[in-house]
């Protein structure tokens, strides 16, 4: 669709928008931090928390099992907080996310290992895992939502990307620690105590976030919302399905393409480099922090351009590079490390459309019913489809070696057809239901 237009003015991002944009971006990514940087320490920690007889196939299938817990409560604390989220206000749930979040990964960081508790301290891991995967399951829609409400609508994609841009810089803070860490200590100190200093920096940087997000106001949709008495009377989720079910089904569709881009293009690309490419661990992890340096970039440039072109025409040009990028990478990444750089920071850029995803999702719910609408679609489509594609990808790569990369181009194929539903139909999904310009609304109804 082409951007929305009106009749007053355009109003111009001010300091105070910026100061919610850094705020939001900066807690989202220390976050993102605390609920990642479990992965870079699972063979430690499964030897830590498991019995040292259990055979090792056993115990790694346990630790990550763990780990996916955090994934597989995501929907149920995501829907519990955009409960109270659309009926108490955004700021006190976005306050309370990033708590959680700081409070389970400190306990995470004190956590007795199983020499000392017994079967206790595995089953602590999974409450304290559980926990990090209902506040995350909070912050991201919950992020995406406030943000959105505080500026123009005008800068809503610009507002959602920026603050994409923030929660990958997360991941890649995750993966900077885990390798600080173990250059500078030995294996036997990283077992030994080391391993809980990336938790306990997560957990100390999530309490210095949340003294932060203090400063935050409520957005001023909330505010003229209760106000007015408008707040939805009724059980936010209820009148999601019942109401908006197209808008659900499109942000679960875009939520997969976010969810597969990353995971396989960030978070899986790494073990592909080593195991199908011929390169080193470190030659891979430093390639794939060099392309999610440009990711972090052009997420938030792909919130500015859909601001400008509108969501239609965005994805089905971005996802004719997507496809390019991507393919061109996993065919000749094993050419030579120089070429495997350049080809990844293309690729990064391309992966950035990603940024564009909250744009469509953030206006595809009324404002009553915005943040239980963003966080069941979301949050649900990411435990299926986040969860599923590591297997699927993997499950398929033995029949053929570019599996992954025809993943990918099918991720690319949904993105283009649903770019040109948006241009046919998108001022019934965004323009009926999206973000208000609010003095433009109260001038309106007066």
């Not at 992890?285 to 351009?305: H, N, Q």
Request: proline content about 4%; charged content about 10%; hydrophobic content about 55%.
């Amino acid at each position: 669709m082409s951007p929305i237009t009106s009749v007053t003015p355009p109003r111009r991002l001010t300091a105070q928008d910026f100061r919610t944009l850094g705020l939001s971006a900066l807690g989202g990514a220390l976050e993102f931090y605390d609920f990642i940087i479990f992965v870079f320490f699972a063979a430690v920690i499964g030897k830590l928390f498991f019995p040292t007889d259990m055979p090792e196939w056993l115990v790694t299938v346990q630790t990550f099992g763990i780990f996916a817990a955090g994934y597989l409560v995501r929907p149920l604390g995501g829907i519990v907080l955009a409960h109270f989220g659309d009926l108490f206000g955004r700021k006190r749930v976005f306050a309370f996310s990033i708590l959680l979040m700081a409070l389970s990964t400190l306990g995470m960081a004190a956590m007795p290992t199983y020499a000392t508790i017994g079967v206790a301290a595995p089953i602590l891991l999974i409450l304290m895992r559980i926990l990090q995967g209902a506040a995350i399951g909070g912050e991201v829609p919950g992020a995406w939502t406030f943000v959105a409400e505080h500026v123009p609508f005008r800068r809503v994609g610009f507002a959602c990307g920026f603050l994409c841009s923030g929660l990958t810089l997360g991941i890649l803070l995750g993966s900077f620690i885990a390798t600080i860490i173990n250059s500078v200590f030995t294996p036997e100190d990283v077992a030994a105590y080391a391993w809980r200093i990336p938790f306990l920096l997560g957990g100390i940087f999530g309490l210095v976030a949340v003294y932060l997000r203090r400063w935050l106001q409520e957005t001023p949709v909330f505010a003229e919302m209760k106000q007015a008495r408008s707040l939805t009377p009724e059980l936010p989720l209820k009148s999601v399905l019942r109401d908006y079910k197209r808008g659900v089904i499109i942000s679960m569709l875009l939520t997969w393409i976010l969810s597969a881009g990353i995971v396989v293009t960030t978070l899986m690309t790494a073990t592909f480099l080593q195991k199908l490419y011929g390169y080193t661990a470190q030659q891979s992890l430093a390639a794939t922090s060099f392309g999610t340096l440009f990711l972090i970039f052009s997420t938030a440039a792909a919130g500015a351009i859909v601001d400008r072109v509108g969501s239609g025409r965005f994805f089905v040009v971005s996802s004719i590079f997507f496809a390019a990028a991507t393919f061109a990478f996993y065919t000749y990444a094993a050419t030579s490390l120089t070429v495997l750089f350049v080809l990844y920071a293309i690729m990064g850029l391309s992966v950035g459309m990603v940024g564009a995803v909250p744009y469509v999702m953030v206006r595809a719910f009324p404002a009553r019913v915005r943040f239980s609408g963003l966080s069941f679609s979301y949050n649900v489509s990411y435990a299926i489809f986040g969860g599923l594609t590591p297997l699927a990808v993997a499950s398929l790569l033995p029949l053929n070696p570019m599996a992954h990369a025809y993943y990918l181009l099918f991720i690319a194929a949904l993105a283009f057809a649903l770019g040109l539903y948006l241009i046919a139909k998108g001022d019934s999904v965004e323009a009926e239901v999206g973000i208000e310009e609010l003095n433009e609304r109260l001038a309106t109804s007066a």
